[in-house]
């Protein structure tokens, strides 16, 4: 609501100055990656040509691709075409990956690729396509678990419509099967996206959140968002049956840090071994080295990656959900009253003559389509393509040219952000930069001190800031507040504007808290 807000108070032509509008305030990234892309626009004309193989009538009526042989004339055709259609090189690549990495049945592997791009099937089987989901695993072991998973053992990965639908599907799931009943204790890392504040105090869930602040400083005073042990010691009491994190944090955009990692780990298998962990993993391929939960607690960890801001394709939601194949949920399952048991059994009937063996994971893709309509379950096959092709880019990039160089892109506008600012740079290694949370009480204390600050609350509310950008120089930030983070925070979005802009943004915000130091010395020298 308060995002609306500001844009309309922007968009106003009666308020509006003549300036552009600076929308800071979604994340939303202004890149995308074109080599997977042009490999899923290559591949699409193989598998049309082999559409009109089986059958090519003149009104625009083709068949569909037919598997025997279709693995020889995929080769040909990259043969064919090397050096000559765009992307046919990281085509040629992820095929031959799939063939010496996971010794792929050839024409099973290509009959996949040729029905996938062009959508004739459905989805089977429903939670991800069998070549499809080796090669995101791949992808997500290098990218969540820093290239090395500590257990033996694979996750099973369920592809849905971008990390959205992953949350919900979820939610919904965890209290579908007993796991989560209404009115739990659940804990919920903040700052955090709005939607993980709304989601569970919706009167269908209503439950009772333990908040874990992220109120961390560094040694010299600043913020550095990370969890101090005191308040991962919340998570410490057996009554609370999940947490629910986002790592790296949004707003605040820092992965978890060694310590706390390995702080989390102990006290979660020593206190509380059945704690359920959703997190929320999407700008880890923006750290270096990062290293998810899922990798630390498999046993314990929904893990929920989406494809969008790394690879600027939140139109095509891609997301998909990764859990260890020996897990926590599983195992309550089993232990559920016979009462609970009876209940799911009926509820899972159609789809197996063992309901009460059904994995956690293959409920969730039953229970994301009412369980009745599981048979059309399942992410659309040309969105799977496009994923598969995404990872593969990932996993054959090996110099990772591409991960420097979209890292390279946000650090660049984050030091243009605090260059406007008039504010050096804190380095620090946990930090992702896709967002930024401005602190201006810790600005005012630090620069100014206890009787600037008190004069600032005394007159302004929290939200003047954010009001007074958009007003008067046509800028949009949220406030922290809304992320249940400081009051007197904004959070700047990174991704959305070009590289000048949030050079001019600092100016600006620079300028307007400037403007309150210079109103409180006003008032303290008509006073004199």
């Known amino acids: 609501a308060m995002k609306v807000t500001l844009i309309m108070l922007v968009s106003d032509p009666l308020k509006k100055p003549a300036r552009t509008m600076l929308n800071a305030g979604r994340g939303n990234p202004t890149w995308t990656a074109t080599t997977p892309r042009e490999a899923f626009f290559t591949l699409g004309q193989f598998g049309l040509a082999e559409c009109r193989r089986a059958l090519d009538n003149p009104v625009g009526m083709g068949g569909i691709p037919q598997k025997k042989g279709i693995a020889g004339r995929f080769e040909q055709f990259l043969s064919e075409n090397a050096g000559k259609l765009p992307g046919i090189e990281l085509l040629d690549g992820i095929y031959r990956y799939g063939l010496k990495q996971h010794g792929f049945k050839r024409d099973d592997w290509a009959l996949e690729l040729a029905e996938g791009v062009i959508g004739d099937q459905y989805p089977s089987p429903v939670r991800m396509l069998s070549h499809v989901e080796p090669i995101v695993h791949d992808y997500l072991v290098q990218e969540m678990c820093g290239g090395k998973p500590i257990r033996n053992g694979r996750f ?184 609970e048991k009876d209940r799911l059994a009926k509820l899972y009937e159609s789809l197996t003559l063992y309901p009460a063996k059904l994995k956690f994971i293959d409920r969730m893709v039953a229970d994301s389509r009412q369980v009745a309509l599981n048979h059309t379950a399942g992410l659309s096959l040309p969105q799977q393509i496009q994923m598969m092709l995404f990872a593969g880019f990932a996993l054959l990039d090996k110099e990772n040219k591409y991960k420097q160089a979209s890292m390279d892109l946000i650090h660049h506008r984050y030091e243009l952000l605090w260059e406007g600012l008039k504010i050096p740079v804190i380095p620090d290694p946990d930090r992702a930069d896709y967002y930024c949370e401005i602190d201006i009480q810790e600005w005012a204390l630090k620069n100014y001190g206890k009787e600037f600050f008190a004069w600032m609350q005394k007159n302004f509310e929290p939200v003047d800031v954010v009001f007074r950008l958009a007003q008067i120089c046509s800028v949009v930030l949220l406030n922290g507040g809304g992320f249940a983070g400081p009051e007197w925070s904004v959070r700047v979005s990174l991704a959305n504007l070009e590289d000048e802009d949030y050079a001019k943004i600092g100016k600006y915000l620079s300028a307007t808290m400037q403007e309150y130091v210079e109103a409180w010395q006003e008032e303290k020298s008509a006073k004199k």
């Open 156 to 339: 099973d990965l369920f592809a849905t419509e971008g990390g959205t639908a992953a949350i919900c599907y979820i939610f919904d799931s965890l209290v579908t099967n007993g796991l989560l009943k209404r009115g739990d204790r659940i804990a919920l890392g903040v700052p955090a996206f709005t939607p993980y504040l709304e989601i569970p105090v919706l009167a269908k869930y209503n439950f009772k959140v333990t908040y874990i602040h992220g109120s961390g400083k560094d040694k010299d005073g600043n913020s550095n968002f990370q969890y101090p042990d005191e308040e991962l010691d919340k998570l410490g009491d057996k009554a609370i049956r999940a947490f629910f994190i986002i790592n790296p944090t949004n707003p605040t955009s820092v992965e978890i840090c060694d310590h706390s990692r390995k702080y989390l780990v102990k006290l979660v298998k020593n206190l509380n071994p059945n704690l359920m962990i959703l997190t929320d993993d999407v700008y880890g391929t923006f750290v270096k080295g990062f290293v998810s939960l899922l990798n630390e607690l498999p046993e314990n960890t929904l893990c929920v990656y989406s494809f969008s801001k790394y690879f600027g394709a939140t139109g095509w939601r891609l997301g998909v959900i990764a859990l260890y194949e020996h897990n926590v949920y599983d195992d309550m399952l089993t232990a559920v009253p016979q009462s």
